[in-house]
């Protein structure tokens, strides 16, 4: 009489027609983030160009997508217990790491004494930011973008986040009569500006900004730094954030759980024929 088959059709296709879709998912990005990288014929020069650039980012991302999606596609696939322990064990390990980062920006915007012992906070990556802000496309317009969208001026955690901008050559205020001066001294970059809808561009909105104090140009710029306005807006939108958090941690509990289930599956099928 034949063996009794334990593992389940449904199971081993539903995680490879899944991961089938991750890999299609995975390779698109890498793709458009090749495509990008070559159109613009980037030069990546350290670790903050790659971290900050979309395109590299979409690379990576799509690299790792692929990698993990084809393991555990073929693993259910072919049933081979080695492919599936490391597509679970990589995943877990993903998932921790996110939830570490979770934990650690919980730390950072609501336990400041350890934010500070810990030194949570990435100042040399962000002061390089803002350093290399005129010197790299792709830097400027993602710090434009977060300053325009979370509504802040500069990357620091502090009420005046705009005098960040005297890291930059290009902004920098001072009367040392032996350093350049350009246009845009004692400026701050026009994405800090508070624009209301239907407004024009002014370029000039933020001149002289550093001059003042954050209580007389309060109306024209913001001053709150970056790090700072993005805790704001998850303390005034917590639901969201968690809701994404959710969607972000529970698909990969699901198949980690699944994958396991299928793994246990396969021994159990083992077992069973080694007995008869």
Not at 255 to 269: E, G
Request: glycine share 6%.
């Amino acid at each position: 009489m034949a063996a009794r088959r334990v593992i389940s059709p449904i199971l081993k296709y539903f995680l490879f027609f899944v991961n089938f879709i991750f890999w299609l998912a995975g390779l698109g990005l890498m793709i458009i983030g090749a495509w990008v990288l070559n159109e613009k014929q980037k030069e990546v020069r350290d670790a903050l160009d790659f971290f900050l650039d979309p395109s590299c980012v979409m690379c990576l991302t799509g690299s790792v997508t692929v990698f993990l999606a084809m393991v555990g596609g073929m693993g259910a696939l072919r049933e081979n217990q080695i492919l599936l322990k490391i597509y679970h064990y990589t995943l877990s390990t993903i998932l921790l790491g996110e939830i570490v980062l979770a934990v650690l920006l919980f730390v950072f915007y609501y336990v400041p004494d350890a934010r500070t012992k810990l030194q949570l906070f990435p100042e040399k990556t962000f002061n390089d930011a803002i350093v290399k802000y005129r010197d790299d496309d792709d830097m400027k317009d993602l710090i434009d973008t977060i300053q325009e969208g979370l509504q802040c001026c500069g990357l620091s955690n502090t009420d005046e986040g705009y005098k960040d901008w005297n890291k930059n050559i290009y902004f920098n205020c001072t009367d040392d009569k032996s350093v350049i001066v350009s246009s845009e001294s004692c400026s701050v970059p026009p994405s800090c500006c508070i624009r209301k809808a239907g407004d024009l561009i002014n370029l000039q909105c933020g001149a002289n900004a550093l001059k003042q104090e954050s209580s007389k140009i309060g109306n024209t710029i913001y001053t709150d730094g970056c790090i700072k306005a993005l805790g704001t807006w998850i303390e005034a939108h917590a639901l969201v954030v968690g809701g994404i958090a959710l969607g972000i941690l529970l698909p990969q509990v699901v198949l980690i759980c699944l994958t396991r289930n299928f793994d246990d599956q396969i021994s159990a099928q083992k077992s069973m024929w080694k007995r008869r």
